[in-house]
């Protein structure tokens, strides 16, 4: 967060002794507010300033690393309460727990699991990003660490309770990075020291907000740097309330208790419904779910979710402006065009794909923007869709010469036929969703 | 330690809509259901009132819609019939309203008459006693003529008709007047149009105490985002004192989700995505409970199992 003259200048040693090259104190910091100069140029400038200036320019939300260079997970620094404001800076992340009752075996067939579960999704490919490995109750606690670290593609979660287990578990893995989980009223001392001595970040769970910032206060004072909230997620309202309170009280109070990104453990009594209270913690406002199921219906939904809500709201979602075969179209299948936005690109695709007739969509590069907006704002004519299907050769790939055209564009019918070797302009539907019975209809 | 008090302070309230008459009102429903009243954004209870729970519609239409197997089954044979699909969804999946919709009256479907869908209303209406949302087939001209016969049929049962766009408030509007009935106001997926068709409904003198938003619902993955983001948007709005903006939400979850992909695609399409019979469903349901958080009041929903998943999070967030 960038400071203001005022905030840097309270900070200053105030003594005007001009030996920054400024006649006082105040013209020296309106510099370093603008950038112009470096705080570090002030000759006299106090440690607990430094400190109490270095803490005013962090960031409300401190970002936390869990993992390593190659397996690694990075979430907090959120700046917005709603993603209208700006946006969701990094999408949240599913953790599936693995449970200690498992044997070796099975847990190692888990985390293989895990690894291949990833599934590809409109050009993104989405996948769990932690194996939370439950040590607490293990025979072994530190050899069920080493064999998740040594199996698992994806950064770890240690789950346990007690300090015994946990400092086994940390000692023979702490090169990893994994997040200890979780350090609570009964436990915080020594969790606190764990973390802290292996550089780990750590999370804490209070039973309210207040016992939660005084843990998060504790782990600090106890040499801890990076903290997660985490929260039970038994009554769900509730944990609303709390994310909301303590996300709020990080970035518009600064208050640095809170000022770390959240997790929730979700507590269901269905697979279905674990599903549904991850997905809408991770639109408000848990960076890591942390669930039980693993089946594609289980986790699908929850990726999808996150997808959606952290895409960037103020850049345009657009697809590649190119033809586009849906099925396996021959020279005798329709053609239509649509725009580049890919809302709209994505409606007709699955519309054109739901009417199993097979067919070419040439994509126009309208800057991202909706048919009516395109034609509104000039970035879509006639010419231009003319010019477009020439580049992407679409007359090669059929025998006819009948276009399929957007209802809510028909004035470009004359033009096209006029202009182009598309004779028989047909105008489609209005909207996608009768794009089947249109097809079914027109396309004989 | 202290937490600071961030607590916001909303001006304003979100207008409650009841829809339903009992007898003593006029209709025949056993209870009305009222949504809206909130001072608040969904689940903060600790800055403001949430005097009414979101609602569930169960999505019931005059022709089986083209839906997946996996949902039809779901449903059963009951599907075939609009009044035996209305008590079920009522009797054994306990929706709050029926949300009916006249898909076969669209011209590219059956072109069933207005006086037919009139017909399917009145039989629905003395099928079940819970408050009924009638839609028209979305085309407008069609809804021109099939809403008024609907409305018709339904005098004194304060039924939510939808819907009125840009193109055709001005007959929804008169005919909501006469026969004492609430509005949808619709809008696609755009906010600025749906405050303008707000406004034209309240200049043609409706009051907008009696309408319902319907920003237009996209499928999870399919555009969602931006709906999520237009139901916030216009919640905010609404609490912070934009009259035109201060209206109870619905979103057709059941008559979005199960035309993707997803929802209808089974692993032989969808090779390792898992079994379509619980990924279906599941689509549903997410995409309900994550529209809740954003400001939803009424969920219109089609799969049993969907609508019992959303029941159990709406008792458990509320």
Same mark, same amino acid.
Request: glycine share 8%.
């Given at each position: 967060?960038?400071?203001?003259?005022?905030?840097?200048?309270?900070?200053?040693?105030?003594?005007?002794?001009?030996?920054?090259?400024?006649?006082?104190?105040?013209?020296?910091?309106?510099?370093?507010?603008?950038?112009?100069?470096?705080?570090?140029?002030?000759?006299?400038?106090?440690?607990?300033?430094?400190?109490?200036?270095?803490?005013?320019?962090?960031?409300?939300?401190?970002?936390?690393?869990?993992?390593?260079?190659?397996?690694?997970?990075?979430?907090?620094?959120?700046?917005?309460?709603?993603?209208?404001?700006?946006?969701?800076?990094?999408?949240?992340?599913?953790?599936?727990?693995?449970?200690?009752?498992?044997?070796?075996?099975?847990?190692?067939?888990?985390?293989?699991?895990?690894?291949?579960?990833?599934?590809?999704?409109?050009?993104?490919?989405?996948?769990?990003?932690?194996?939370?490995?439950?040590?607490?109750?293990?025979?072994?606690?530190?050899?069920?660490?080493?064999?998740?670290?040594?199996?698992?593609?994806?950064?770890?979660?240690?789950?346990?309770?007690?300090?015994?287990?946990?400092?086994?578990?940390?000692?023979?893995?702490?090169?990893?990075?994994?997040?200890?989980?979780?350090?609570?009223?009964?436990?915080?001392?020594?969790?606190?020291?764990?973390?802290?001595?292996?550089?780990?970040?750590?999370?804490?769970?209070?039973?309210?907000?207040?016992?939660?910032?005084?843990?998060?206060?504790?782990?600090?004072?106890?040499?801890?740097?990076?903290?997660?909230?985490?929260?039970?997620?038994?009554?769900?309202?509730?944990?609303?309330?709390?994310?909301?309170?303590?996300?709020?009280?990080?970035?518009?109070?600064?208050?640095?208790?809170?000022?770390?990104?959240?997790?929730?453990?979700?507590?269901?009594?269905?697979?279905?419904?674990?599903?549904?209270?991850?997905?809408?913690?991770?639109?408000?406002?848990?960076?890591?779910?942390?669930?039980?199921?693993?089946?594609?219906?289980?986790?699908?939904?929850?990726?999808?979710?996150?997808?959606?809500?952290?895409?960037?709201?103020?850049?345009?979602?657009?697809?590649?402006?190119?033809?586009?075969?849906?099925?396996?179209?021959?020279?005798?299948?329709?053609?239509?065009?649509?725009?580049?936005?890919?809302?709209?690109?994505?409606?007709?695709?699955?519309?054109?794909?739901?009417?199993?007739?097979?067919?070419?969509?040439?994509?126009?590069?309208?800057?991202?923007?909706?048919?009516?907006?395109?034609?509104?704002?000039?970035?879509?004519?006639?010419?231009?869709?003319?010019?477009?299907?020439?580049?992407?050769?679409?007359?090669?790939?059929?025998?006819?010469?009948?276009?399929?055209?957007?209802?809510?564009?028909?004035?470009?019918?004359?033009?096209?036929?006029?202009?182009?070797?598309?004779?028989?302009?047909?105008?489609?539907?209005?909207?996608?969703?009768?794009?089947?019975?249109?097809?079914?209809?027109?396309?004989? | 330690?202290?937490?600071?008090?961030?607590?916001?302070?909303?001006?304003?309230?979100?207008?409650?809509?009841?829809?339903?008459?009992?007898?003593?009102?006029?209709?025949?429903?056993?209870?009305?259901?009222?949504?809206?009243?909130?001072?608040?954004?969904?689940?903060?209870?600790?800055?403001?009132?949430?005097?009414?729970?979101?609602?569930?519609?169960?999505?019931?239409?005059?022709?089986?819609?083209?839906?997946?197997?996996?949902?039809?089954?779901?449903?059963?044979?009951?599907?075939?019939?609009?009044?035996?699909?209305?008590?079920?969804?009522?009797?054994?999946?306990?929706?709050?309203?029926?949300?009916?919709?006249?898909?076969?009256?669209?011209?590219?479907?059956?072109?069933?008459?207005?006086?037919?869908?009139?017909?399917?209303?009145?039989?629905?209406?003395?099928?079940? %006693? =819970?408050?009924?949302? $009638? +839609?028209?087939?979305?085309?407008?001209?069609? &809804?021109?003529? /099939? !809403? @008024?016969?609907?409305?018709?049929?339904?005098?004194?049962?304060?039924?939510?008709?939808?819907?009125?766009?840009?193109?055709?408030?001005?007959?929804?509007?008169?005919?909501?007047?006469?026969?004492?009935?609430?509005?949808?106001?619709?809008?696609?997926?755009?906010?600025?149009?749906?405050?303008?068709?707000?406004?034209?409904?309240?200049?043609?003198?409706?009051?907008?105490?009696?309408?319902?938003?319907?920003?237009?619902?996209?499928?999870?993955?399919?555009?969602?985002?931006?709906?999520?983001?237009?139901?916030?948007?216009?919640?905010?709005?609404?609490?912070?004192?934009?009259?035109?903006?201060?209206?109870?939400?619905?979103? %057709? =979850?059941?008559?979005? $989700? +199960?035309?993707?992909?997803?929802?209808?695609? &089974?692993?032989? /399409? !969808? @090779?390792?995505?898992?079994?379509?019979?619980?990924?279906?469903?599941?689509?549903?349901?997410?995409?309900?409970?994550?529209?809740?958080?954003?400001?939803?009041?009424?969920?219109?929903?089609?799969?049993?199992?969907?609508?019992?998943?959303?029941?159990?999070?709406?008792?458990?967030?509320?």
């Amino acid at each position: 967060m960038a400071l203001t003259g005022m905030q840097i200048y309270k900070n200053l040693p105030k003594t005007n002794c001009k030996e920054c090259g400024f006649p006082t104190c105040m013209a020296f910091a309106m510099q370093v507010a603008a950038k112009q100069k470096a705080l570090t140029d002030c000759p006299h400038l106090s440690e607990e300033g430094e400190a109490a200036l270095a803490e005013a320019s962090a960031p409300p939300m401190k970002l936390v690393k869990i993992g390593t260079d190659d397996k690694k997970f990075e979430f907090g620094q959120e700046t917005v309460m709603f993603r209208h404001e700006e946006k969701f800076h990094r999408p949240a992340g599913i953790a599936v727990r693995i449970p200690s009752s498992l044997s070796n075996d099975e847990a190692e067939a888990m985390v293989d699991k895990i690894n291949r579960s990833v599934f590809e999704r409109v050009g993104n490919k989405l996948r769990v990003a932690f194996c939370a490995v439950e040590i607490e109750g293990c025979e072994d606690p530190a050899g069920r660490a080493r064999l998740a670290a040594d199996k698992s593609d994806i950064p770890l979660i240690l789950i346990g309770g007690s300090p015994g287990a946990m400092k086994e578990a940390v000692d023979s893995i702490k090169t990893e990075k994994p997040l200890v989980y979780k350090g609570n009223a009964s436990n915080i001392e020594a969790f606190a020291e764990i973390a802290s001595g292996a550089k780990l970040p750590l999370a804490v769970e209070g039973k309210d907000l207040e016992e939660l910032s005084e843990l998060s206060l504790k782990a600090k004072q106890k040499g801890v740097e990076e903290i997660v909230l985490s929260f039970d997620g038994k009554n769900i309202g509730e944990t609303i309330r709390f994310l909301t309170i303590a996300r709020r009280a990080a970035l518009k109070k600064r208050f640095g208790a809170f000022g770390y990104p959240a997790m929730v453990e979700i507590d269901s009594d269905s697979p279905e419904s674990e599903t549904v209270f991850a997905s809408i913690f991770a639109a408000k406002y848990a960076g890591i779910v942390l669930i039980n199921g693993l089946d594609p219906w289980e986790v699908l939904p929850i990726m999808t979710t996150v997808q959606d809500i952290f895409t960037d709201p103020q850049v345009p979602n657009t697809v590649e402006a190119k033809l586009y075969e849906i099925g396996s179209p021959g020279e005798n299948s329709p053609v239509l065009f649509t725009t580049n936005f890919s809302l709209t690109y994505f409606s007709v695709a699955g519309e054109v794909e739901r009417s199993k007739i097979p067919a070419y969509i040439s994509v126009v590069d309208t800057e991202g923007l909706g048919v009516l907006n395109a034609y509104a704002g000039d970035k879509i004519s006639a010419e231009k869709v003319v010019k477009t299907l020439q580049e992407q050769k679409a007359s090669e790939k059929v025998k006819h010469r009948k276009l399929i055209i957007p209802g809510l564009l028909p004035i470009f019918r004359a033009e096209i036929e006029d202009t182009s070797e598309w004779k028989e302009v047909i105008i489609g539907p209005e909207t996608a969703m009768k794009i089947p019975a249109f097809l079914s209809n027109t396309w004989k | 330690m202290e937490i600071p008090d961030v607590k916001e302070r909303w001006t304003a309230q979100i207008n409650e809509v009841t829809i339903g008459a009992t007898k003593e009102q006029g209709g025949t429903r056993a209870k009305t259901v009222t949504v809206g009243g909130q001072t608040t954004l969904p689940c903060l209870t600790f800055e403001g009132e949430i005097p009414h729970k979101p609602v569930i519609a169960g999505y019931v239409a005059d022709m089986v819609p083209g839906w997946p197997d996996v949902l039809k089954n779901a449903i059963g044979k009951e599907i075939n019939s609009p009044v035996e699909w209305a008590q079920k969804s009522v009797e054994e999946y306990g929706v709050d309203l029926i949300n009916l919709k006249m898909i076969g009256a669209d011209p590219a479907e059956k072109d069933t008459s207005a006086s037919d869908c009139a017909k399917v209303v009145e039989d629905v209406l003395k099928a079940v %006693d =819970v408050p009924l949302i $009638v +839609w028209g087939c979305g085309d407008e001209e069609k &809804d021109n003529l /099939v !809403l @008024p016969e609907c409305s018709q049929a339904a005098v004194g049962e304060n039924v939510l008709i939808g819907s009125a766009k840009e193109g055709n408030y001005k007959t929804i509007s008169a005919i909501c007047k006469a026969d004492k009935q609430k509005i949808i106001s619709e809008a696609p997926v755009d906010i600025n149009i749906g405050k303008q068709v707000n406004i034209l409904l309240q200049d043609d003198g409706f009051d907008l105490k009696n309408v319902v938003m319907f920003q237009t619902t996209a499928a999870l993955g399919y555009g969602f985002d931006y709906v999520y983001t237009i139901l916030e948007r216009a919640r905010i709005a609404g609490l912070k004192g934009d009259k035109l903006m201060a209206t109870p939400q619905i979103c %057709d =979850v059941g008559g979005e $989700v +199960w035309r993707i992909k997803e929802a209808i695609a &089974d692993e032989d /399409v !969808l @090779p390792g995505w898992g079994r379509l019979e619980k990924r279906g469903p599941m689509w549903e349901a997410t995409c309900a409970g994550v529209y809740l958080q954003a400001g939803a009041d009424i969920l219109v929903m089609a799969h049993p199992e969907a609508i019992n998943k959303i029941q159990t999070t709406i008792d458990r967030l509320y």
